[in-house]
C-alpha cells in the first residue's frame, strides 16, 4: 500500500466536497441546525423522562450527531457511481491504485465532514443548553463510534453504488440503507420507539445508544455496556465495508 | 478469418500483446441467448507497433481493450501485456500501460492540469516530471492556456484531447486508445492523428479502436478488421486493400461482410 497514493485520492475528494460550496454548506450545517431548532424546541420538555432529568433534546442529541455519519452513505454512492458513469473508474482502474489503497481513502475523506459536523454540531448544543460533565476519554469514545459509523456508511455507499446503474439512481438508493436507520435507531432511540427488537440490526443503533450513555456517563458506571456496544458496532462495520469492497471489486472486472 | 503475409509475427521482434482464442460472453437476458461480445479472438502486436482494432459500433473493441487493461474478465482464453498475464499479472501490466477511454473520464471541478496531476500521482511519478511532461503535451495539444480552467468548461474537443494527454502522462510503453477522436471536428482530429505519429516514433506500442477507416488508415502499421466478436481480416491496411482488390478499408469489410463499418452507428 503507498500512503502518497492514497492521499492523492483524498485530496481530490476534497477538492470535490468544496467544488460546490452551497452543497458543503447546506450538509455540513443540515445537524447543527437540526440540533439548533430541536435545543431550542425541546430543550425544556421532559415528556419521555419520567425522573425529569433529560429533557426530550437531551435524549434525541446522540442521535443527531450519528445522522451526520449516516449521510455519508448518499455521498459515496453518488460519487462512486457517478465517477463510473463517466468511466472514471475504468480509468482509475487501470492505473496502480489499489482496490484497498482507493477505499481507504474515501473513508478518511468522508470521515472529515461528519467530524466537522459533530464538532458544529455539539459547538451549538453547548450553546442551548447540552454539556455533558464527561472526560475527555468519554470524549473520544464519542469521536470513534462516529468514525466506526461512517466506515460502516462508506460501505453501504459501497454496496449502494454497485445496485444502481446511475448517480442519480444510487443517490435515491442510498435512502433505503438511510432512513431505516434514522427513523428507528437514529433521531429517536429505538428503546423509545419499542423498536429495539429489530433495531439491533443497525449500525446507527449501536452508534446513538453508547454515545448516549457515553454523554450520560456510563463509562464510569457500566463501561462493559459502551465497549460491549463498541465492539458490535466494530464487528458489522468490519462486515458492512468488507462486503463493499468485495461488491466494487466483483463491478470493477465484470 | 483473412490474414494478410504482414500479420504473421516476427520472430526477430518480441510481442507486446498476445491474445490467444479470447472469449467474453454475457448471459443473454430473459431466457435469449448469450451474447458472444468476444468470439475466439486471436493476435498479436508487436514492440513498437501502431495496431488497430477497426470495426462498427458493438463489435467488440471496447471489450477486447477492457479484459487486456484489467477492466474486464475473459470467459475464455488467454492474453498476455508486455509480457504478463491479463488475469493473474494484472498489477504488472498497470505499471506499463496507460488507457484513454472512450468516456471523456476526467474529473469536471479539477482544472486541466489538477486532472492531469492527479493521475500523474496515482503512477507514483516525481512532481517535477508531471509538471514538465504536461507542460510539453498541453503545449503540443495546444491547451497550454486553459490548463487552469475547470474541465467543465471545456469544448467536447477539448475534454478530448486532454484525456489524451492524462493518458500520456505517465509515458507508458503501451497505450490503448479506446475511440479517441470521436466527437472532434476533422481539424481537431488531423491535430490528434499528427500528435499520435509524433508519439509512434517514440516506439511506443499503441492499440487503438476505431470505427473511422481514414483514422486506421492513417495511423496503423496492421489492423485487425472485427465483426460480431470475431477477426474477420488482420493485415496492413495496404496489404488487405491490395488483396481484396478494393479502394479502402470500407471495401475489405464490404467485400467480406456485405455490409458497411458505418452502418447501424
Keep these: 500500500m503507498k500512503i502518497k497514493r492514497v492521499f492523492t485520492v483524498v485530496k481530490m ?13 447546506f450538509t455540513m450545517l443540515l445537524v447543527p441546525v ?50 463510473r458513469e463517466l468511466g472514471i473508474q475504468k480509468r482509475i482502474n487501470t492505473t496502480p491504485l489499489t482496490s484497498a489503497e482507493y477505499i481507504l481513502a474515501q473513508m478518511i475523506s468522508y470521515t472529515v465532514k461528519p467530524l466537522v459536523q459533530f464538532a458544529l454540531g455539539f459547538g451549538i448544543g453547548y450553546a442551548v443548553g447540552y454539556r455533558p460533565t464527561v472526560g475527555i476519554v468519554s470524549y473520544l469514545l464519542v469521536i470513534l463510534f462516529l468514525v466506526l459509523l461512517t466506515f460502516s456508511s462508506v460501505g453501504f455507499g459501497l454496496i449502494t453504488s454497485n445496485m444502481a446503474k446511475s448517480a442519480g439512481a444510487a443517490g435515491g438508493l442510498a ?65 458492512i465495508y468488507t462486503i463493499g469492497i468485495i461488491l466494487y471489486e466483483y463491478k470493477k472486472k465484470s | 478469418m483473412v490474414q494478410s503475409k504482414e500479420s504473421v509475427g516476427s520472430d ?44 462498427p459500433n458493438g463489435a467488440g473493441k471496447t471489450t477486447t481493450i477492457s479484459i487486456l487493461t484489467g477492466n474486464s474478465r475473459p470467459t475464455d482464453g488467454s492474453a498476455t501485456v508486455g509480457g504478463y498475464d491479463v488475469q493473474s499479472e ?52 495546444g491547451l497550454y492556456d486553459a490548463r487552469k480552467r475547470n474541465v467543465k468548461g471545456y469544448s467536447g474537443g477539448m475534454k478530448r484531447q486532454l484525456s489524451l494527454i492524462v493518458a500520456l502522462i505517465n509515458d507508458p510503453d503501451i497505450l490503448f486508445l479506446d475511440e479517441p477522436t470521436v466527437g472532434m471536428d476533422a481539424r481537431a482530429r488531423r491535430k490528434v492523428w499528427e500528435f499520435l505519429g509524433d508519439i509512434k516514433k517514440q516506439n511506443k506500442t499503441i492499440i487503438l479502436t476505431t470505427h473511422y477507416i481514414e483514422e486506421a488508415e492513417a495511423l496503423c502499421d496492421r489492423v485487425a ?25 470500407e471495401g475489405v469489410f464490404l467485400k467480406i461482410t456485405g455490409r458497411r463499418i458505418l452502418e447501424g452507428i
Design chain 1, 13 to 25: 475528494e476534497l477538492k470535490r466536497m468544496f467544488s460546490d460550496p452551497l452543497s458543503l454548506i
Design chain 1, 34 to 83: 437540526l440540533i439548533l431548532l430541536f435545543g431550542l424546541m425541546m430543550g425544556d420538555s421532559y415528556g419521555w423522562d419520567p425522573t425529569e432529568t433529560y429533557s426530550v433534546f437531551d435524549i434525541m442529541f446522540p442521535g443527531f450527531l450519528a445522522y451526520g455519519s449516516l449521510l455519508t452513505i448518499y455521498d459515496v454512492a453518488a460519487s462512486v457511481a457517478g465517477e
Design chain 1, 175 to 239: 435512502f433505503v440503507f438511510i432512513v431505516p436507520q434514522q427513523l428507528f435507531a437514529t433521531f429517536i432511540p429505538a428503546a423509545f420507539m419499542g423498536a429495539e427488537s429489530f433495531a439491533w440490526i443497525f449500525p446507527s443503533y449501536y452508534a446513538t445508544e453508547g454515545i448516549g450513555w457515553l454523554f450520560a456517563g456510563a463509562l464510569s458506571t457500566d463501561p462493559g455496556y459502551i465497549l460491549g456496544k463498541l465492539s458490535i458496532l466494530l464487528a458489522i462495520s468490519v462486515v
Design chain 2, 12 to 55: 526477430l521482434i518480441g510481442n507486446s500483446i498476445e491474445v490467444q482464442d479470447l472469449k467474453k460472453h454475457y448471459k443473454g437476458k430473459r431466457g435469449m441467448d448469450d451474447v458472444k461480445a468476444v468470439d475466439g479472438i486471436s493476435f498479436q502486436v508487436r514492440d513498437g507497433e501502431f495496431f488497430g482494432l477497426l470495426g
Design chain 2, 90 to 141: 494484472l498489477h504488472n501490466i498497470k505499471e506499463i500501460i496507460s488507457v484513454c477511454p472512450q468516456e471523456f473520464s476526467l474529473y469536471k471541478f479539477l482544472s486541466g492540469i489538477e486532472n492531469i496531476k492527479f493521475f500523474g500521482d496515482l503512477h507514483s511519478m516525481p512532481k517535477k516530471k508531471i509538471m514538465e511532461r504536461a507542460e510539453k503535451l498541453l503545449k503540443l495539444l
Design chain 2, 225 to 249: 478488421i472485427i465483426d460480431y466478436g470475431k477477426i474477420i481480416a488482420i493485415g496492413s491496411p495496404k496489404q488487405l486493400i491490395e488483396e481484396h482488390g478494393v479502394n479502402d478499408l
